[in-house]
């Protein structure tokens, strides 16, 4: 376990046990620490956190000025933007399929002011959807084709109908009658 700090803010890199691998965790977003067994084959790792590989596929990303400042806290993103006009940028990181459910967190959490450019059909906001700075709830359902249906015949309408976000699951956004913007998910079944 290595513990640092950046920005401000305290990390610790530990082995999670449900990922099965060494991730980096936020101090402040600890609720409990217990003590556990040692994890698997941690000392045969050749290096404890690899988010970035030269065989995964590029992800690009074009961030706003505003993008570029909310993502100085994320540790493993900050340092592969590459400045632009403005006080944009571009983020290219190439991470396993295990880390984009983390990735896809990340830019719905920037909405608009993250597009993504490359590869296409990856998840994330690509074009407005719904006004920027406006909170965004998601719910989980178990068939977001039906609950869309359901939602259309009692007078919704969909905005962004059922997405893949590879390895992970599917999302999707509506409107209820009054307008109120509102997002579906559901995670991929888990081989187990």
């Not at 006004?131 to 869309?148: E, F, H, M, N, S």
């Amino acid at each position: 376990m290595h513990i640092h700090s950046e920005a401000g803010l305290w990390y610790c890199e530990a082995y999670s046990y449900e990922r099965k691998a060494t991730r980096v965790y936020r101090v402040d977003r600890f609720l409990d620490v217990k003590a556990a067994p040692s994890p698997p084959n941690l000392e045969d790792a050749a290096s404890p956190i690899v988010h970035v590989h030269s065989s995964f596929t590029e992800i690009r990303i074009h961030l706003t000025a505003r993008g570029v400042l909310r993502l100085e806290r994320e540790t493993y993103l900050a340092s592969r933007i590459q400045p632009q006009r403005d006080g944009e940028g571009l983020l290219s990181v190439r991470l396993r399929p295990e880390e984009y459910d983390w990735l896809v967190r990340i830019l719905l959490s920037l909405g608009t002011d993250a597009k993504v450019l490359a590869p296409e059909g990856f998840p994330g906001p690509s074009e407005p959807t719904y006004q920027p700075d406006r909170l965004l709830v998601y719910l989980t359902t178990d068939d977001i084709d039906a609950t869309l249906a359901a939602i259309e015949a009692h007078g919704g309408k969909t905005v962004v109908s059922k997405t893949e976000i590879p390895h992970v699951g599917w999302w999707a956004i509506f409107t209820d009658p009054a307008g109120n913007h509102i997002g579906l998910s559901i995670r991929r079944a888990t081989d187990s």
